[in-house]
């Protein structure tokens, strides 16, 4: 994969990290004035529970789309790496194959769901409910990008270390 694009992916995937942190600061904020709210003032705020539910679901997406560019996401890496090299390799591309069939399913189902709950509102928040369900879709696209991205440049590495050494290349 070439160095410009492998960077690019890099920085989106900060990007995606870096909007799920500030999602995450956001939401520890408004917790602790829930807390302060309920305990000092004696008067709660009634969005907050509604808000953070959907905030803990844009974190997790956004943070597990990115894990799957990083290969920081669940795998079999201690078995992946006992493997001889080339099995190795086989063995993380059918991991995220799977990971792309899981995203696919994700994308399709989570679209229909953000449809169906488009048009509902939120009961606390003056939004609609499918942003709660947005992410899924979001995240399912990054998913599967990440994923065939990383198939591709397995299968690259797979076939390097299967070519012909070229003249000079041999070990002195």
Same mark, same amino acid.
């Not at 995937?13 to 870096?18: A, C, P, Q, S």
């Not at 609609?128 to 397995?154: D, E, H, N, S």
């Given at each position: 994969?070439?160095?410009?694009?492998?960077?690019?992916?890099?920085?989106?995937?900060?990007?995606?990290?870096?909007?799920?942190?500030?999602?995450?600061?956001?939401?520890?904020?408004?917790?602790?004035?829930?807390?302060?709210?309920?305990?000092?003032?004696?008067?709660?705020?009634?969005?907050?529970?509604?808000?953070?539910?959907?905030?803990?679901?844009?974190?997790?997406?956004?943070?597990?789309?990115?894990?799957?560019?990083?290969?920081?996401?669940?795998? *079999?890496?201690?078995?992946?790496?006992?493997?001889?090299?080339?099995?190795?390799? &086989? =063995?993380? /591309? +059918?991991?995220? #194959? %799977?990971?792309?069939?899981?995203?696919?399913?994700?994308?399709?189902?989570?679209?229909?769901?953000?449809?169906?709950?488009?048009?509902?509102?939120?009961?606390?928040?003056?939004?609609?409910?499918?942003?709660?369900? *947005?992410?899924?879709?979001?995240?399912?696209?990054?998913?599967?990008?990440?994923? &065939? =991205?990383? /198939? +591709?440049?397995? #299968? %690259?590495?797979?076939?390097?270390?299967?070519?012909?050494?070229?003249?000079?290349?041999?070990?002195?």
């Amino acid at each position: 994969m070439p160095d410009l694009f492998s960077r690019i992916l890099d920085r989106l995937e900060r990007v995606l990290t870096g909007i799920a942190a500030a999602i995450m600061g956001v939401l520890a904020l408004i917790v602790c004035w829930q807390v302060f709210a309920r305990y000092v003032l004696q008067k709660s705020p009634v969005w907050v529970e509604e808000f953070s539910v959907t905030a803990i679901m844009w974190i997790g997406l956004l943070g597990a789309a990115a894990a799957v560019w990083t290969g920081d996401h669940m795998r *079999l890496e201690w078995v992946t790496k006992r493997l001889p090299k080339r099995y190795g390799l &086989a =063995l993380e /591309i +059918l991991i995220d #194959a %799977a990971i792309v069939y899981f995203a696919a399913f994700l994308l399709s189902n989570g679209r229909l769901l953000t449809e169906a709950t488009w048009t509902s509102r939120m009961s606390t928040i003056p939004l609609p409910l499918g942003l709660t369900y *947005l992410v899924l879709p979001i995240a399912a696209a990054f998913m599967i990008a990440f994923a &065939a =991205l990383r /198939i +591709l440049r397995k #299968a %690259a590495e797979a076939l390097e270390s299967r070519s012909p050494r070229k003249e000079g290349d041999h070990a002195r």
